[in-house]
């Protein structure tokens, strides 16, 4: 009988490894994630476990935007059963359910995760706390802005001068913009933009905006009688300042999907896929958008 060849303790170690790392738990993952972020659960914060059981054995990570309907049905098809989201869950920032628990359509999306085994864990306040900020970091890749951002706010761009207008047709295109709301002179030259994802508040959108050094805001939403209101004040009183509104989604679902891309510097042997939900409005009118 042959003898067995020693196996070395190196391999041994790698293997193990692996298998632990394949065998992770939802709440193994989301600490190591944040561990590797650098960063910690703040006070209140809403990053935490909105359906599922953390104990949950992870065989696959989806990361996205919002956790909508189809993205949770590619998920399932995926194999992939830890959804990290961005955005919330069940209609409400702090994804309080308290509204929801005589819902129909509360009650079937619930009904699916837990039919399918599901852990859905947002991901907002650690991945916009990441240095450098994780969302900010995929829309400027996305956008090809690298090379014109501030060195020392990523936040703030110096871009080659174009209008407004065609400043919004190459990000609706960049972005893939079904809908883009211009607030401003289309015809006004710019060359300073700022970015103000997602639902980042007037305060925010008008401190920018106030800036000498920001002539375009490009941003995700805003009531109509707050930071719209103004820039359209602005502009009829000959101010150099104009807004780009992408939608809230749209304007950080590539943060997302770079999110994908750092897990799998952190977990080498776990599938992980970046699921795009896409733009919830169509533009009435075109056959195209229905």
Same mark, same amino acid.
Request: proline residues 4%; aromatic residues 2%.
């Given at each position: 009988m042959p003898l067995l060849r020693p196996v070395s303790l190196a391999l041994f170690v790698l293997t193990l490894s692996a298998q632990a790392q394949q065998s992770l738990t939802a709440e193994q993952v989301i600490a190591k994630m944040r561990e590797a972020a650098g960063v910690t659960a703040v006070p209140n914060t809403v990053d935490t476990i909105k359906a599922g059981d953390p104990a949950t054995v992870?065989?696959?990570?989806?990361?996205?935007?919002?956790?909508?309907?189809?993205?949770?049905?590619?998920?399932?098809?995926?194999?992939?059963?830890?959804?990290?989201?961005?955005?919330p869950t069940f209609y409400n920032h702090q994804d309080a359910d308290t509204l929801f628990k005589n819902d129909p359509v509360y009650a079937e999306k619930m009904a699916y995760i837990r039919e399918h085994g599901l852990v859905i864990f947002r991901w907002h306040d650690g991945w916009h706390a990441r240095k450098p900020d994780g969302i900010a970091e995929g829309w400027t890749k996305k956008a090809g802005w690298k090379q014109f951002q501030n060195a020392d706010n990523q936040y703030l761009y110096?871009? =080659?001068?174009?209008? @407004?207008?065609?400043? #919004?047709?190459?990000?609706? !295109? +960049?972005?893939?913009? %079904?809908?883009?709301?211009?607030?401003?002179? =289309?015809n006004m030259? @710019?060359?300073?933009? #700022?970015?103000?994802?997602? !639902? +980042?508040?007037?305060? %925010?959108?008008?401190?920018?905006?106030?800036?000498?050094?920001?002539? @375009?805001?490009?941003?995700?939403?805003i009531p109509e009688w707050e930071t719209i209101s103004y820039v359209w004040d602005a502009q009829q009183q000959g101010r150099h300042k104009a807004m780009i509104l992408l939608g809230h989604y749209t304007s950080e679902e590539p943060g997302m999907d770079n999110c994908a891309t750092w897990l799998k510097t952190v977990f080498h042997d776990t599938k992980i896929d970046f699921i795009p939900a896409g733009e919830p409005y169509w533009l009435s009118g075109n056959a195209r958008n229905r």
């Open positions: 992870v065989t696959g990570i989806a990361t996205v935007i919002a956790p909508s309907m189809d993205v949770l049905r590619k998920a399932v098809a995926a194999h992939e059963n830890l959804i990290i989201t961005h955005e110096t871009i =080659p001068t174009t209008t @407004v207008k065609a400043l #919004a047709q190459q990000l609706q !295109a +960049s972005m893939g913009n %079904r809908i883009v709301r211009v607030v401003g002179d =289309p030259k @710019v060359s300073k933009a #700022a970015y103000a994802p997602g !639902a +980042s508040g007037e305060a %925010r959108q008008i401190q920018a905006l106030e800036r000498e050094d920001v002539e @375009v805001l490009i941003a995700g939403e």
